[in-house]
């Protein structure tokens, strides 16, 4: 018998592209665990739209399986959100390839990601590249959510899937629900700690700009210690993002990760200048880390145990997909076995 389901679907994708920041974590992911309490969520690692960039094999598979570590250890509880491996799941490249047929040439062309990314790889400029949409498109239309949470990135990529799903619907009747962009709740704005007007990124080229929640506190701390701030002579801990947007986002970081108001964070330094400030916001970033470095790194001792995750979320992830492949191929036409 069918489980009726009350609550509303939500489904994202990441890419193992780069190891996960404390940017990524204070801005987002830290919010994620209590979404399982009001939506089904689904995420998965989205492996089969890295390699539309040359990737090296060994580290792809490490960061599919770290990432999902650490996902876990931020809190997504495999119990209660579906957590899976696209390449796990065929019917992402089988509806990928439907709907392929139902993308216009001139659509894609108009992809900003895909006319940044072939400027960049102008060497690769390959097919994957330029139908990344429609594979999209196709991971979320086969799990019919009603939300697609994504970065202002990746809008013009769910608008896409909407206008395709809409199309697909027009010819062949109701068969694809017509998801929104779900604008999450945003946590802290984590900026550059060496260039404070850029956000904090796991691909920032200076290493020292960008805290990763596998860091070691040393690691942590020198970054915070190196942190660039400003030239007030009076060395006041004091918020003022047009002024001082070293400081503030230092501010920024040390309130997400301890609960305190800026004004109680300014009463705490007054008078103590930067020198005792960064080494705090340090400590606190690095107890904040704690339990998730350490959870990520027993969870990456227990091989088996990430296995029976990623294997029951592909099992659940494609009873889903599966269904939704097959009213899409009778659809179309074909003879379905
Ligand atoms: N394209 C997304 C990114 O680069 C990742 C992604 C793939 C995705 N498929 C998705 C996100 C489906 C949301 C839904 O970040």
Sequence with gaps: MEEKNAKKVMLSGIQPSGDLTLGSYLGAIKNWSERAEIFDCYYFMADLHSITVRQNPADLRRRTIEQLAQYIACGLDP??????????????????????????????????QFKDKSAKNAENINGGLFTYPALMAADILLY???????????????????????????????????PEPYIPKVGARVMSLVSPENKMSKSDKDPNGTVYLLDQPDVIMRKFKKAVTDSDTERCVHYDLANKPGVSNLMSI????????????????????????????????????????????????????LETVYKAGADKASYIANKTLRKVYKKVGFVVK
Excluded at 94 to 111: I, K
Excluded at 254 to 275: L, N, R
Excluded at 297 to 304: G, H, Q, S
């Design 144 to 178: 019919q959510p009603d939300y697609v949470p994504v970065g202002s990135d990746q809008k013009q990529h769910v608008e896409l899937c909407r206008d395709v799903a809409t199309r697909f619907n027009n010819i062949y009747g109701d068969v694809f629900k017509i």
């Design 254 to 305: 040390y309130s997400a990760c301890t609960g305190k108001t800026f004004e109680e964070i300014e009463a705490e330094f007054e008078g103590q200048g930067y020198g005792a400030f960064k080494p705090a916001v340090g400590e606190a970033v690095v107890e904040t880390l704690r339990p998730i470095r350490e959870e990520s790194e027993r969870l990456l001792k227990d091989k088996a145990y």
């Design 79 to 112: 119990e209660k959100n579906t957590l899976f491996i696209q390449s796990h799941v065929p019917a992402h490249t089988q509806l990928g390839w439907v709907l392929n047929c139902y993308t216009m040439f001139g659509e894609l062309s108009r992809m900003t």
